[in-house]
């Protein structure tokens, strides 16, 4: 059984994940690009601010630089090396009892690594674990969410983040 982490926020950490999150939703605004959105009601900055929350979170845990580059066509799915595994951040805001990682389709899982995380207060957020994309590919089920199929995996099944503190001996 994995020991999920929970990471909690103090104000200038709550400052930092709001100046990435505008910083990111301005040039996507710029931009003129949008989210695919899954949940109606969420604005773009929510979407962004959910996203910062989760990779601040990470970068916290692990004391490792996120990737803050930002692409126009999207980025190349890593948004932070941990440990010589360079990793893809994913972020739910809504806390079910069970939940999924999950992508809309294979080309959106672009890294060899997938974290997922939840945001489970306005100050915390649970590291719930990891997962190689061999694996996911491998072990993943098509769930329907209610706005059609998705490549899902239960959140049971991921790898523990202690993985990712080891050299690259293992893989999550």
């Known amino acids: 059984m994995k020991d999920n982490q929970i990471v909690t926020f103090n104000a200038f950490d709550l400052l930092q994940v709001a100046m990435i999150a ?90 060899p690594v997938a974290i997922y995380a939840k945001v489970i207060s306005p100050i915390k957020v649970e590291l719930v674990g990891c997962i190689s994309r061999k694996t996911f590919i491998e072990n993943h089920i098509v769930k329907d969410f209610g706005y059609g199929e998705r490549l899902a995996m239960p959140e049971g099944e991921l790898t523990d983040l202690s993985v990712l503190l080891n050299e690259r001996t293992a893989s999550p």
């Open 22 to 111: 505008e910083r990111i939703h301005c040039v996507k605004r710029t931009l003129n690009v949008n989210s695919v959105k899954c949940d109606l009601s969420q604005t773009e900055f929510e979407l962004d601010y959910i996203g910062a929350m989760g990779e601040y979170a990470i970068s916290k845990y692990f004391s490792s630089p996120i990737n803050y580059e930002i692409h126009p066509g999207g980025d190349n799915g890593i948004d932070i090396c941990i440990n010589g595994f360079a990793c893809q951040i994913k972020t739910a805001a809504r806390n079910y009892k069970k939940s999924y990682l999950y992508f809309n389709d294979m080309d959106c899982f672009c890294a």
